[in-house]
């Protein structure tokens, strides 16, 4: 159980790795806020986990010139990001201006090409967020991948206002689940170790 603890760690930490490698890194600041997005919960509303639903809208903002904008920006991502207050102490939820190495939006709720007129979509708060206050943030993005602009549900200083709450599912939930996909990586792997075994024997006798 711990060496698989050990290799979920590492097999992690790859991850990590290889994400902080990728991309030129906009920063945040250098971003437009020509998006304007609205998620459907109020100031301080609890939602559950694997229970409840959001409605997010987004589009741009009419002030600026869409043909410009239809130019420019080939996909939308609307994401879940961690407000100031449950980020404090947390490292791994951290706030940093390049945007290769923010922490700050971590689940991706939206993905979709972009398109000038308003589009609108449901979540349901997916069973892996974990307990937090959050908002919601759209970016849009160029033909290369890269942050264009951005919009957010809350405001831009010390990100106070429209924050909800998810509850998410219980701890224990989450280490079971994890316990049995780690047994079940194990069984497979003993499968295949079993049938490479009884192939050898198999040539052996040959
Ligand atoms: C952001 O970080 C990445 C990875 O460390 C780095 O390659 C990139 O140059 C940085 N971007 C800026 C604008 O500092
Ligand atoms: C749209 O952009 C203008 C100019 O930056 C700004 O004053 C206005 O508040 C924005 N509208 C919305 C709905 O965010
Ligand atoms: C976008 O909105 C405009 C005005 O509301 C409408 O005339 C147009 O047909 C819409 N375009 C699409 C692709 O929905």
């Given at each position: ?11 992690i930490?790859?991850?990590?790795l ?7 890194g ?13 998620a ?12 409840d ?12 010139t ?16 961690y ?33 000038r ?33 951005y919009?957010q ?33 194990f069984?497979l792997a ?17």
């Open positions: 159980m711990e060496t698989c603890f050990l290799t979920t760690f590492v097999i930490l790859l991850f990590c290889a994400e902080t490698c990728y991309g030129g906009v920063l945040f600041s250098s971003l437009p806020q020509t998006l304007v997005v609205s459907s919960p109020q100031q301080g509303q609890v939602l559950n986990a694997g229970e639903t959001i409605t997010l809208t987004w589009g741009l903002n009419q002030s600026f869409a043909d410009m904008a239809d130019q420019l920006y080939k996909n939308v991502k609307v994401k879940l990001c407000a100031p207050i449950s980020q404090v102490d947390r490292a791994w939820r951290k706030t940093v201006d390049n945007l290769s190495k923010d922490k700050t939006c971590q689940f991706t709720i939206v993905n979709k090409p972009y398109q007129n308003q589009s609108s979509d449901q979540w349901m708060v997916e069973k892996d967020v974990p307990t937090a206050t959050y908002f919601v943030r759209a970016y849009a993005y160029n033909s290369a991948g890269e942050e264009m602009a919009g549900t809350t405001d831009d200083g010390k990100k106070s206002s429209n924050l909800f709450e998810i509850r998410g599912i219980t701890g224990r939930h989450l280490s079971l689940n994890i316990a049995s996909a780690c047994f079940s990586a069984s003993s499968l295949f170790g079993l049938f490479w075994m009884e192939r050898r024997k198999v040539s052996v006798k040959k």
